[in-house]
Nanobody, 120 residues
Framework: VQLQASGGGLVQAGGSLRLSCVAS????????VGWFRQAPRKEREFVAA???????DYADSVKGRFTISRDNAKNTWYLQMNSLKPEDTAAYYC???????????????WGQGTLVTVSS
């Protein structure tokens, strides 16, 4: 099983990026899928998640700016990031969990990070 995250890059503050996570090796249509991030010298933190019933959850720091979505037919999920701020700079990781509202340790599958850098 592999989760391949992509879409990171360098963007100016106020700009937008869309991250994608393509899964292979199994279907995740009955999994909660999500995004985490880790900035330099900081702990990994939750960003957003979407359950198989399409309930969404967001970190307070990204509410109203980021939108998570999924396309089960493509076994892919996305993170649309708007109004980016320098503090959003981090490596972003996609993940999948069999639980509906998992804690971080409830995610069984993790992708590699894609780096997002927001310049001021």
């Amino acid at each position: 099983v592999q989760l391949q995250a992509s879409g990171g890059g360098l963007v100016q503050a106020g700009g937008s990026l869309r991250l994608s996570c393509v899964a292979s090796g199994r279907t995740f249509s009955t999994y909660t899928v999500g995004w985490f991030r880790q900035a330099p010298r900081k702990e990994r933190e939750f960003v957003a998640a979407i359950s198989w019933t399409r309930d969404t959850d967001y970190a307070d720091s990204v509410k109203g700016r980021f939108t998570i979505s999924r396309d089960n037919a493509k076994n892919t999920w996305y993170l649309q990031m708007n109004s980016l701020k320098p503090e959003d700079t981090a490596a972003y990781y996609c993940a999948a969990s069999p639980f509906r509202r998992p804690q971080t340790d409830g995610y069984d599958y993790w992708g590699q990070g894609t780096l997002v850098t927001v310049s001021s």
